[in-house]
């Protein structure tokens, strides 16, 4: 029934490793959202993404990549984990394409790098 | 450069007390909207309230209350008679033609810690 939902809610483990935080909308939106809030809570954006075209930030590193298998899923892949990658990680949909709309975020994921 | 900025980053009151959040935020475009979103300690984030450029009226939703004015480019959020369950963290987001798409652009959040 939850709208925006993410997986795993916690994600512990070691540097260097690949991982991948699940994301699933059931709300028919046409755009998906990842961004990660630091450990002063700062939400930055790192992707947008719809069916036709991924925005990403450019601050992003490139050992993060968003990948969606639908339109109601957008996932997101980290290689080589590093130690400042500890982060809440959210994911966010809103309708269309446009700024019109809110977005509407998943409980989050809070990953810890050691 | 930062495009929201909540100049405020910890606000303490005494339940009952009125508050006022303050956010000011930076933009060249004409159209844009304006949001509120609230983070409880439980982590998730909740949406308030959204406004667009066009809509200067100020809005009240029960004890919330929020004045938009452009002319000082600041979208103020006020609680009157706080409660200890409004403690959280306030953001205030900015959404509007840009590098990341439409992606919300936030501030850094103002934590209001309201103690009985």
């Known amino acids: 029934d939850t709208a925006v939902s993410q997986t795993p809610k916690y994600l512990v483990t070691q540097m260097g490793n690949d991982k991948s935080i699940k994301c699933e909308q059931n709300l028919g939106h046409d755009t998906m959202y990842w961004y990660k809030q630091d450990s002063k809570k700062f939400l930055k954006i790192m992707f947008s993404?719809?069916?036709?075209?991924?925005?990403i930030n450019e601050t992003v590193p490139n050992r993060f990549s968003p990948k969606s298998p639908d339109k109601a899923h957008l996932n997101l892949h980290i290689n080589s984990l590093e130690l400042g990658d500890s982060a809440v990680y959210f994911c966010?949909?809103?309708?269309?394409?446009?700024?019109?709309?809110?977005?509407?975020f998943g409980q989050g994921t809070r990953l810890t790098v050691v | 450069a930062q495009k929201v900025t909540q100049a405020q980053t910890e606000i303490s009151v005494v339940e009952k007390e009125d508050v006022t959040l303050d956010c000011v935020y930076e933009t060249r475009d004409t159209t844009y909207y304006l949001f509120w979103y609230k983070q409880p300690p439980s982590g998730e984030l909740v949406f308030l309230i959204r406004?667009?450029?066009?809509?200067?009226q100020n809005e009240i939703s029960g004890r919330y209350s929020w004045n938009f004015q452009k002319s000082t480019s600041s979208f103020n959020f006020t609680i009157t008679a706080s409660q200890v369950v409004d403690s959280a963290v306030y953001f205030c987001a900015l959404s509007e033609n840009s590098n990341s798409g439409y992606a919300l652009n936030f501030g850094k959040g103002t934590s209001l810690l309201v103690t009985p």
């Open positions: 406004r667009n450029s066009f809509d200067e």
């Open positions: 993404y719809n069916n036709k075209e991924l925005i």
């Open positions: 966010a949909s809103s309708p269309g394409t446009g700024f019109q709309a809110e977005a509407f």
